[in-house]
């Protein structure tokens, strides 16, 4: 059989996106690791499906690129541009992700501005962060994070007895000036660092707002430049949660599988 797909990036962080609004197709774990395999696939970072939704404009379904599954920031985002492509919609997006309902906008600029969930809570290990952000992420401020270790430490805390048995997503963190971060994130399910993390850079604005941040956080990625908005309550809980950056359709094309 042969898959129709179309190759996006948003901010670095790479996708297969299939129209599945006819609801014919239907993925095994093997299947969508060997399509996002870079050398014996299209390669990806992880794999969507848009799917038709009874109420809102689609269903997302968001694939890591070893198959399981979880919400996408950056994924979420350039399912919205390629949902306008199709004519689901014009500039605003309803759609179901992995943790719920979302909405979007696309601005006349072509950025995409997702809106997140709240986060009600977070926990502290030592000097580090947890916060759940529709996906899980670790956040830890480091000093030099070009020359961090990402791969090497994000592992050994993804893999620790703390987060067993799901894991987590590791985010390393520089604080820069004009209320300015770096993140660079360690990502669960692609079991790499990835060039950018959505759900991961929203965790880490959140943690730097408790450090005393204020909304918007200006986020620079490997992959390119986002912002997060939000507004924050005095017991430590966000709402209006924005993640907001580029999506591009990079090419489209057909795979056997
Ligand atoms: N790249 C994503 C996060 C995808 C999910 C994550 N790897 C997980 O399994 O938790 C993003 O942009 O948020």
Not at 42 to 56: F, N, Q, R, T
Not at 96 to 111: C, F, M, R
Request: glycine share 10%; with cysteine; proline share 4%.
């Amino acid at each position: 059989m042969r898959l129709h797909f179309y190759k996006y990036q948003a901010t670095g962080n790479d996708f297969m996106v299939v129209d599945n609004r006819a609801g014919n197709l239907q993925l095994t774990q093997e299947q969508i690791a060997r399509l996002c395999h870079r050398k014996f696939g299209v390669g990806a970072d992880g794999l969507m499906l848009i799917e038709k939704h009874p109420s809102l404009h689609f269903h997302l379904e968001y694939y890591n690129s070893d198959g399981s599954q979880s919400l996408c920031g950056n994924g979420s985002r350039a399912a919205v541009h390629m949902a306008a492509q199709l004519g689901l919609l014009d500039k605003a997006a309803t759609f179901q992700a992995y943790d719920g309902p979302h909405d979007a906008e696309l601005l006349p600029t072509g950025i995409i501005r997702l809106r997140m969930g709240d986060v009600a809570s977070h926990t502290r290990h030592g000097d580090d962060y947890f916060i759940h952000t529709g996906s899980p992420h670790y956040v830890r401020f480091v000093d030099d994070v070009k020359a961090y270790p990402v791969v090497d430490e994000g592992r050994k805390i993804r893999y620790s007895d703390a987060f067993k048995p799901g894991g987590t997503n590791v985010n390393f963190v520089q604080r820069l000036p004009n209320n300015t971060l770096f993140v660079r994130t360690y990502e669960r399910g692609v079991e790499d660092e990835t060039l950018s993390c959505g759900t991961g850079i929203t965790a880490a604005a959140l943690a730097a707002a408790l450090k005393g941040y204020s909304s918007p956080v200006a986020i620079k990625a490997l992959g390119g430049e986002l912002s997060v908005e939000f507004t924050r309550a005095g017991d430590g809980s966000f709402t209006n949660v924005y993640l907001i950056g580029p999506a591009q359709c990079v090419f489209e094309g057909d795979v056997e599988i």
